[in-house]
């Protein structure tokens, strides 16, 4: 990728990373369902009214929305809500890079060469060693929730490039990310708002409105505009211009970010078994994603 995508790709990492203290931070007033449902209103709302809507079927449109807010956030939130570690979960939610890779091969035929498979291998000894701590905690079910969260947000990375690819076989213009974004976000409005009312406490979707306050709109408001429209925005568009393998990688800076963040924020800590896990996680992705690029860059010199 040229220096600029490469900085952009950083820079959406870097504010991914941070919005771990937004999301637990709204946590604290709204449930997980109301808060989804309010960060994709506000991503949708006013910037739908400004964009066309994509050419792309209603479909595919509806089931980008419905597994990046429902199967990637909302899963996210339950598992942080049951006592995940919000700085580690930045961290094991990045499993989407080799998710991503493998939809990639399996749907598209992209290479994967030897170092990313024993990169995978690595990074899922890792997790093992991750998982087997938060076992012992009594929060076993919200590691593996994580790692469902991470396969649906692998999953709305391979509907963006399949999006992309169908919009371009019909000849179509390519598919702007942020009519995408808003779009994509009208769509999963709905259901979430649905499901919020059947599963959550009477008026939780009200609470910004009744109880407002500046806290909770400033953190509504990075989780809308600065994770979803910009980072999810230009990042799907990133995606279609570049293979998955060049792209995922960078989201290895996340849970840099994250735990900073985090333990910045909350002083969240991580025991010394959880720091060998995730050195091994972040090892693997290294030998995965870095070594590759080096290697790479040797051969043409």
Same mark, same amino acid.
């Given at each position: 990728m040229p220096p600029r995508h490469t900085l952009l790709a950083l820079a959406i990492a870097t504010i991914w990373g941070l919005t771990f203290v937004?999301?637990?931070?709204?946590?604290?007033?709204? &449930? &997980? +369902?109301a808060l989804s449902g309010w960060r994709f209103f506000l991503a949708a709302v006013p910037l739908v009214f400004f964009v066309g809507r994509p050419q792309a079927p209603w479909?595919?449109?509806?089931?980008? #929305?419905?597994?990046?807010?429902? @199967?990637?956030?909302?899963?996210? +939130?339950?598992?942080?809500?049951? #006592?995940f570690p919000? @700085?580690? /979960?930045?961290?094991?939610?990045?499993?989407?890079?080799? +998710?991503?890779?493998?939809?990639?091969? +399996?749907?598209y035929r992209e290479t994967v060469n030897r170092l990313q498979w024993w990169g995978a291998l690595i990074a899922t000894l890792g997790l093992a060693v991750i998982g087997a701590t938060k076992l012992q905690g009594g929060v076993g079910v919200a590691f593996?929730?994580?790692?469902?969260?991470?396969f649906c947000w692998a999953a709305g990375n391979?509907?963006?490039?399949?999006?992309?690819?169908?919009a371009a076989s019909k000849g179509d213009a390519k598919i702007n990310p942020m009519n995408f974004i808003a779009w994509t976000s009208v769509a999963a409005v709905p259901p979430l708002i649905v499901i919020s009312l059947a599963m959550e406490p009477a008026g939780s979707l009200l609470i910004p409105i009744i109880h407002p306050s500046w806290a909770l709109c400033f953190h509504l408001c990075v989780l809308a505009y600065a994770a979803q429209v910009f980072g999810y925005g230009l990042w799907s568009n990133l995606l279609t211009r570049y293979p998955a393998s060049a792209v995922s990688p960078f989201a290895l800076w996340v849970p840099?970010? #994250? /735990?900073?963040?985090?333990?910045?924020?909350? #002083?969240?800590?991580?025991?010394?078994l959880q720091i060998v896990g995730a050195l091994?996680? /972040?090892?693997?992705?290294?030998?995965?994603?870095?070594? &590759?690029g080096l290697l790479a860059r040797n051969t043409t010199r």
């Open positions: 937004s999301i637990k931070i709204g946590l604290q007033t709204l &449930p &997980p +369902f479909s595919w449109l509806l089931l980008y #929305g419905l597994l990046i807010a429902i @199967g990637q956030f909302v899963v996210l +939130f339950i598992a942080l809500n049951l #006592g919000a @700085g580690l /979960m930045s961290l094991v939610v990045q499993m989407q890079v080799f +998710f991503t890779i493998g939809l990639a091969m +399996f749907l593996f929730l994580v790692l469902f969260a991470a391979t509907v963006a490039k399949h999006v992309a690819k169908l840099v970010a #994250g /735990m900073s963040a985090t333990a910045w924020a909350f #002083g969240e800590t991580l025991s010394a091994i996680v /972040m090892a693997g992705l290294a030998v995965a994603v870095v070594l &590759p």
